[in-house]
């Protein structure tokens, strides 16, 4: 059994031992391991040329990382935590982003940029945001996010090994939390792909990162209330893979989408017109959206009003059904 | 500190520094005016061509000629540069065809040379952030094992262009801290034109440029940016440093901005005739063309030759440009992932079926 920290610091090893190019880049990752641990022992086994411990800039890390890239390196940046990438913003979006574009094709930009997201631990300001839509909607940047320990172990592997520029986001509240049995044996699903998690016939959950396990906790409640929620994690955000989306509501004509961003032009909105412009002859009811208030993430002891919980998404669910 | 760096007059006489000596001879000093003069045709071709609406922009180097062919031409075969958008010069020297440059502020591209190949990464429009990419490049290097062996063909450095006004980015301070960190091979230079669009070196520093370095932990050197034997001589020397694993250094050479910042500006808003004036006594080429004439080194010949190879130069730019293909529809989407995603070739291929709803459009 292995949990999802414990899975990303095994993939990191897998792809640093596949391929010597791969490097890794950011603030206390490598005598500390790491603040969550992440790369914990990496440095130790691997030396202080692959493991780098940075200096303390965001943009600095994120922008040397491109010159090592363009030297025919890996990569893998590690942001501290979701509210400090925006040092880094110009870097990613401005070089990162358009490397591929602006040489005509003829750079490639491999780097993975890791970043521990969303909220649920109670931490301090800047410590718990949800940036991933302002990465998805930059061209030439590819965004997923994983939500179990095993996805974990692979997509960080995945997400490596391709030539493209990736925003890794890492549900930090379940870094520690459940943990799952590493089969492998199993081969990893396609990394830009959706995947239904649970099927059901009612309403479609549409979930990614730590609120997966949200929506799984209230298809099993909502189970024991008679109602069937087919539960699909996006995984990929950036491209979108809609296809099982779309026969999944086509099938129940419902869909509810939940994310711990901002509402108002949050992935939501994107997966909900998207939805509606596929199969707006199947639909019973609106593409219906659950996600953080468009407030600022609130001091901890108010994170629970804004955090999409159970009762949340059941509530946008009844609303649903009964529309 | 140095103090500050000049070989040669602008009345063309040579001069002596203790710390610092051109060692080339009368050939090269010929070979290095060469350049600057054709670099100095093709950035005015280039300004012609902007008049004419041949170009939708152009960022005028004139002034500049010194330092940037001075620092290119310091470079080995496998080092790397990190230029801004004006270093058209350095692009010269590293082989890059102008005509590739008029592409880019042509429209057609963002630059279609190979950066790989030519050992020159692309201009880069926001103020300051190749510093960190030629950083994280020198950290590579260092990885390689390419600093430090004593072979020549092998140890590498790596410049940062930027100008005055880049120095007060966050990504050049920053760049300054990764490369004192890991001592990485890398040269900073900063060509201080002593304008930053419309605002004076002033309003970005207190003290010179060159003496930022020290607070960060590496030399600063000064140089006569419009002396191209000092700022060749200065650059070989840095970059030597770089490559046998010495670290950083910055180089602050100090010219001046003859022309606009681009042609859409217009610098009498904000500065005095009198200041181009007195700069223009500075020239770099008029400097280098007394030396050689004064002491026998160039005849009328050579000089008449040079100005057939820039007219021709001209008329290859001019006629050229015109005949740049222009880009097509598809490269929008093609270009943007190494593996293009589903969904944009999707969009790709919608917009392919829009477009050929239109009369007469191609099958």
């Known amino acids: 059994m292995i949990t999802l920290a414990k899975a990303l610091n095994a993939g990191l090893r897998k792809a640093m031992e596949n391929d010597p190019k791969v490097v890794l880049l950011g603030e206390d990752i490598g005598r500390l391991g790491g603040v969550f641990r992440i790369t914990d022992g990496l440095q130790k086994d691997f030396g202080e040329d692959r493991v780098v411990d940075t200096p303390l800039a965001e943009s600095g890390i994120v922008g040397s990382a491109v010159g090592l890239a363009l030297r025919g390196y890996r990569p893998v940046v590690e942001i501290q935590f979701d509210g400090f990438v925006y040092p880094a913003y110009d870097q990613i979006v401005n070089q990162v ?19 521990p997201f969303a909220g649920g631990i109670g931490a301090v300001e800047h410590h718990s945001e949800s940036p991933e839509a302002q990465f998805a909607h930059t061209p030439g940047l590819k965004v997923v996010a994983c939500s179990n320990p095993i996805d974990a172990y692979w997509m960080i592997q995945q997400a490596i090994a391709s030539p493209d520029p990736i925003v890794f986001l890492e549900p930090k509240r379940l870094y520690h939390s459940d943990k799952a049995e590493l089969d492998l044996a199993v081969p990893p699903v396609p990394l830009f792909s959706s995947r239904v998690v649970r099927r059901g016939e009612d309403v479609t959950v549409l979930a990614y990162g730590p609120t997966v396990k949200t929506a799984l906790n209230a298809a099993a409640v909502a189970e024991k209330e008679g109602t069937s929620l087919e539960v699909i994690d996006l995984r990929t955000l950036s491209p979108l893979d809609l296809a099982p989306v779309f026969a999944s509501v086509r099938r129940t004509g419902r ?46 002891r108010a994170e629970e009003h804004f955090l999409p919980d159970l009762d949340r998404l059941l509530d946008a669910v009844d609303r649903s059904l009964t529309w | 500190m140095s103090e500050f760096v000049q070989l040669l007059t602008p009345e063309g006489e040579r001069r002596e520094h203790p710390d610092y000596d051109y060692r080339g001879g009368p050939d090269q000093i010929r070979s290095l005016y060469r350049d600057m003069a054709l670099v100095r045709r093709f950035d005015a071709e280039a300004t012609a061509l902007q008049r004419h609406g041949e170009l939708g922009l152009w960022a005028p180097l004139v002034g500049q000629e010194a330092a940037q062919v001075g620092a290119g031409r310091a470079l080995r075969a496998q080092d790397h540069v990190f ?12 082989g890059v065809d102008p005509l590739q440059v008029l592409s880019l502020f042509r429209g057609i591209d963002y630059g279609s040379w190979d950066p790989v190949e030519k050992g020159f990464n692309l201009y880069t429009l926001v103020i300051g952030a190749q510093a960190l990419h030629a950083v994280g490049y020198a950290m590579g290097v260092q990885r390689d094992g390419a600093v430090g062996t004593g072979d020549p063909d092998r140890d590498t450095a790596v410049v940062a262009h930027f100008g005055d006004g ?7 301070n920053e760049a300054f801290v990764f490369a004192a960190s890991y001592q990485a091979p890398v040269v900073f230079f900063c060509q201080n034109n002593q304008w930053a669009i419309s605002e004076p070196l002033e309003r970005q520093s207190r003290i010179p440029l060159y003496r930022r370095a020290e607070g960060f932990g590496f030399p600063g050197v000064q140089v006569d940016g419009n002396d191209i034997l000092a700022t060749y001589a200065v650059t070989q020397a840095a970059l030597q440093r770089a490559r046998e694993g010495g670290g950083p250094t910055l180089i602050e050479a100090y010219t001046y901005r003859m022309g606009a910042h681009t042609t859409t500006d217009d610098p009498t808003r904000y500065r005095l005739s009198d200041e181009v004036e007195h700069w223009k006594l500075k020239d770099p080429l008029a400097r280098v063309e007394a030396y050689l004439r004064r002491n026998g080194f160039a005849s009328d010949d050579f000089f008449a030759e040079l100005g057939a190879d820039a007219d021709a130069l001209g008329e290859r730019l001019r006629a050229g440009v015109r005949q740049l293909a222009e880009p097509t529809p598809h490269q929008l989407f093609d270009r943007v992932y190494a593996e293009i995603s589903d969904e944009l070739a999707a969009q790709r291929d919608a917009y392919d079926a829009y477009l050929a709803t239109f009369e007469g459009a191609a099958s």
Not at chain 1, 266 to 291: K, N, Y
Not at chain 2, 166 to 172: K, Y
Request: hydrophobic share 40%; aromatic share 8%; glycine share 8%.
């Open chain 2, 166 to 172: 880049a120095t007060s980015q966050g990504d050049v």
């Open chain 1, 97 to 115: 982003a358009k490397m591929h574009f602006r040489t005509s094709g003829k750079i490639a930009m491999p780097m993975v940029i890791r970043i």
């Open chain 2, 83 to 94: 230029p801004t958008y004006r270093e058209h010069g350095v692009a010269w020297c590293r």
């Open chain 1, 255 to 300: 869909a509810v989408v939940v994310h711990e961003a901002h509402t108002n032009l949050g992935m939501g909105a994107e997966v909900a017109a998207r939805i509606t412009e596929e199969c707006f002859h199947s639909l019973e009811a609106p593409v219906l959206r659950v996600g953080g208030f468009d407030t600022p993430y609130p001091p901890a």
